[in-house]
């Protein structure tokens, strides 16, 4: 999928310009697949959350937007610091205010931060441009504490309902899916181990006695998004 352009330059969107009306605008996109879309965030935490078999104690959510994602990560992680870093400051904004016991940064080159033993990324990298995909995953590796590992979902190009889905949402205009041969690259240059990739989102919930079969279809590549994982070593 490839950006439009203004005068020849690819457009960019700018989240501020969406951060209050962001929840709508995700539901009216999606709600061909859910009318609750919020289950999205739950279902990547629940993901991520049952992977991990170490302790947990700091998560990084890279490119967290207005913070929907935040509440589940504190569920699933009581203990650890929260942090949430995004270039929209509007968003952080709203995040902050909805979530008073986690930390969010305005995303900048140069940011410092700890290690964090997890760092998230739902639904990023498609709106970073390609020629600056991999500057960003090395800032992400050298943010990861060593065991940890860095989690990231992604819409799949294959699935002709999540195009449909990109196409028709405003904030999407600037999108350029990539394929998770492309994702495993970028932890590739980065130095990081590829830990685990699998395809989800399959079923919609309207069909919640067909869920428990998502966990055998990962290797199927039809599901609305994908997930890879990769870390470095103690």
Known sequence: MNSPEVDGAPVKIDFDDYSGDYEKLLH?????????????ARYKVDLISQAQHRSIKRVLEYGCGTGRNIRYLRAAFPDAKIVGTDVSAESLRIAAADNPDAVFEVEREGLELVEFDLIFVASVF???????????????????????????????????????????????????????????????????DLRRQAYCLF???????????????????????????AGRGQ
Not at 28 to 40: A, C
């Open 203 to 229: 079923i919609p919930p309207r069909l919640s006695w067909l869920l428990p079969l998502e966990k055998y279809m990962g290797w199927l590549p039809l599901g609305g998004q994908y997930w890879v994982s």
């Open 126 to 192: 498609h709106h970073i441009p390609p020629i600056e995909r991999q500057g960003v995953m090395r800032i992400l590796a050298q943010r990861l504490a060593p065991g940890g590992s860095i989690d990231i979902f992604e819409h799949n190009p294959f699935n002709p309902l999540t195009r449909r889905i990109v196409n028709n949402c405003p904030f999407d205009a600037d999108a350029v899916l990539l394929r998770p041969s492309e994702l495993r690259a970028l932890f590739r240059g980065a130095a990081l």
């Open 28 to 40: 009216d996109s999606t709600k061909l697949y859910v009318e609750d879309s919020e289950y999205f």
